[in-house]
């Protein structure tokens, strides 16, 4: 696309603008069409991140595990941080992580093995992996859904050292607000993806509104960038493609984008709550097209940057809250000039995330504790509400069945998210 093109594509509506298409071949050179791949080799071989980050955003990205682990390292600017923390000292979050790693499977792929030989061995490098950040990092608090982000890193680069880069690199920069002591951050980008419905599908907006069916169907979207919605691992890394170039807060930007595309599905619901909210969080595993996703989400932005949001539904960020410090950090980086990440966030010098307040009294900690439980119950709740449906849709239950044991479910998920302030 030429600049012309571009800029004039930028001041179309949203609505009209179209995905590119671009896949196998791209340039011309002496009247001959260059193959992707070739051009993505070019892009890695001349370090050209402005060519990278095109062909990540464009088409079917970098299309193949072999290119991905050429690729990734010059996105996430790997080697940039220099390492600190101990990591003999183990972090308070290793028993969680023991528990959720067994449970992580391999996403389907015909570039690796998923016997159950090689997924033992993947989830040893998870474990590896996590608990490397947490050691590095002590001022990180491991969230349920890192470790499924994580996989597709120990997947794609099949070894412990470039995957532990690449989630550090994530963590520190990418999805550091998910990884405090609790989730309101994460809550608040939920508020701003409402704020970004109304702007671009009111009619899908006023219908959430109007059951008060909260955000919470897309939590998991955003803390593991869809992995945890998707089986397709080739689809899994075209989002990562995308993702890893853009600032933290794009994968709202896509969940609006895959609610935007499935409109008329969504407006067809059935007007009940339990209904709406359990086929909503079922969306991602619809998508076909998700080039156009990822196309729709960057115009997304671009009209309606995380500022312009913020102000428009008068929900403000905190100040070092990762997708208000991302520009500021990010271009600091430099592998030939490795930076201590105290220099980048000097709040973190105290051992303390810098989200953290700066003294919180023992009945503050508890109250947040139990605001920690409660999260974890609803996502329990939500995901028990979904597999009673489809138990249901399985043995062909009576709809009647189905509804009213989600429904149950959804219902004590609901009491909890209003004690969480997670209604839009």
Same mark, same amino acid.
């Given at each position: 696309?030429?600049?012309?093109?571009?800029?004039?594509?930028?001041?179309?509506?949203?609505?009209?603008?179209?995905?590119?298409?671009?896949?196998?071949?791209?340039?011309?050179?002496?009247?001959?069409?260059?193959?992707?791949?070739?051009?993505?080799?070019?892009?890695?071989?001349?370090?050209?991140?402005?060519?990278?980050?095109?062909?990540?955003?464009?088409?079917?990205?970098?299309?193949?595990?072999?290119?991905?682990?050429?690729?990734?390292?010059?996105?996430?600017?790997?080697?940039?941080?220099?390492?600190?923390?101990?990591?003999?000292?183990?972090?308070?979050?290793?028993?969680?992580?023991?528990?959720?790693?067994?449970?992580?499977?391999?996403?389907?792929?015909?570039?690796?093995?998923?016997? #159950?030989?090689?997924?033992?061995?993947?989830? +040893?490098?998870?474990?590896? %992996? !996590?608990?490397?950040? $947490?050691?590095?990092? &002590?001022?990180?608090?491991?969230?349920q859904g890192f470790h499924e982000l994580t996989m597709t890193y120990v997947s794609v680069f099949g070894?412990?050292?470039?995957?532990?880069?690449?989630?550090?690199?994530?963590?520190?920069?990418?999805?550091?607000?998910?990884?405090?002591?609790?989730?309101?951050?994460?809550?608040?980008?939920?508020?701003?993806?409402?704020?970004?419905?109304?702007?671009?599908?009111?009619?899908?907006?006023?219908?959430?509104?109007?059951?008060?069916?909260?955000?919470?169907?897309?939590?998991?979207?955003?803390?593991?960038?869809?992995?945890?919605?998707?089986?397709?691992?080739?689809?899994?890394?075209?989002?990562?493609?995308?993702?890893?170039?853009?600032?933290?807060?794009?994968?709202?930007?896509?969940?609006?984008?895959?609610?935007?595309? #499935?409109?008329?599905?969504?407006?067809?619901? +059935?007007?009940?709550?339990? %209904? !709406?909210?359990?086929? $909503?969080?079922?969306? &991602?595993?619809?998508?076909?097209?998700?080039?156009?996703?990822?196309?729709?989400?960057?115009?997304?932005?671009?009209?309606?940057?995380?500022?312009?949001?913020?102000?428009?539904?008068?929900?403000?960020?905190?100040?070092?809250?990762?997708?208000?410090?991302?520009?500021?950090?990010?271009?600091?980086?430099?592998?030939?000039?490795?930076?201590?990440?105290?220099?980048?966030?000097?709040?973190?010098?105290?051992?303390?995330?810098?989200?953290?307040?700066?003294?919180?009294?023992?009945?503050?900690?508890?109250?947040?504790?139990?605001?920690?439980?409660?999260?974890?119950?609803?996502?329990?709740?939500?995901?028990?509400?979904?597999?009673?449906?489809?138990?249901?849709?399985?043995?062909?239950?009576?709809?009647?069945?189905?509804?009213?044991?989600?429904?149950?479910?959804?219902?004590?998920?609901?009491?909890?998210?209003?004690?969480?302030?997670?209604?839009?």
């Amino acid at each position: 696309m030429s600049n012309s093109s571009q800029a004039s594509e930028q001041r179309q509506p949203q609505s009209i603008r179209h995905t590119a298409t671009d896949d196998s071949y791209g340039q011309e050179r002496y009247g001959r069409r260059i193959p992707r791949a070739k051009r993505i080799s070019q892009a890695i071989q001349n370090r050209d991140l402005t060519a990278l980050k095109q062909l990540a955003r464009t088409g079917s990205g970098f299309q193949t595990i072999r290119l991905r682990r050429r690729a990734w390292p010059l996105l996430l600017n790997f080697r940039s941080l220099l390492d600190a923390g101990d990591r003999s000292a183990a972090h308070p979050d290793e028993g969680q992580v023991a528990l959720d790693i067994p449970r992580t499977g391999l996403p389907k792929s015909v570039e690796y093995r998923t016997d #159950s030989d090689a997924t033992k061995r993947r989830q +040893e490098q998870l474990k590896t %992996v !996590v608990t490397s950040v $947490l050691r590095t990092y &002590p001022w990180l608090s491991y969230y349920q859904g890192f470790h499924e982000l994580t996989m597709t890193y120990v997947s794609v680069f099949g070894s412990s050292r470039p995957a532990i880069e690449a989630a550090k690199m994530t963590a520190v920069f990418l999805v550091r607000d998910s990884m405090s002591s609790d989730l309101d951050n994460v809550l608040q980008q939920l508020r701003l993806l409402y704020v970004l419905l109304k702007m671009i599908s009111p009619e899908i907006h006023d219908l959430l509104t109007e059951l008060d069916v909260p955000a919470f169907f897309a939590i998991s979207w955003v803390l593991t960038w869809f992995a945890h919605d998707l089986n397709e691992f080739s689809t899994i890394c075209r989002i990562y493609d995308f993702l890893i170039t853009m600032p933290p807060m794009q994968v709202v930007y896509m969940a609006a984008a895959v609610i935007k595309r #499935s409109e008329n599905a969504v407006l067809a619901y +059935e007007r009940d709550f339990a %209904v !709406v909210h359990t086929q $909503l969080s079922k969306l &991602p595993g619809s998508i076909v097209d998700w080039a156009a996703v990822i196309d729709d989400s960057y115009y997304m932005q671009i009209d309606y940057p995380p500022t312009k949001l913020q102000h428009i539904g008068k929900c403000y960020l905190p100040k070092m809250s990762a997708i208000s410090t991302y520009e500021s950090t990010w271009k600091r980086l430099d592998p030939a000039r490795p930076l201590a990440v105290e220099s980048l966030l000097p709040q973190v010098r105290n051992g303390r995330h810098p989200l953290a307040t700066a003294v919180a009294a023992s009945s503050d900690a508890a109250g947040e504790k139990r605001k920690g439980n409660r999260m974890a119950g609803v996502m329990d709740l939500t995901n028990t509400a979904q597999k009673a449906r489809n138990l249901a849709a399985e043995h062909k239950w009576s709809l009647v069945v189905a509804t009213v044991a989600s429904a149950t479910m959804l219902m004590y998920a609901w009491l909890m998210m209003q004690q969480l302030q997670l209604h839009p």
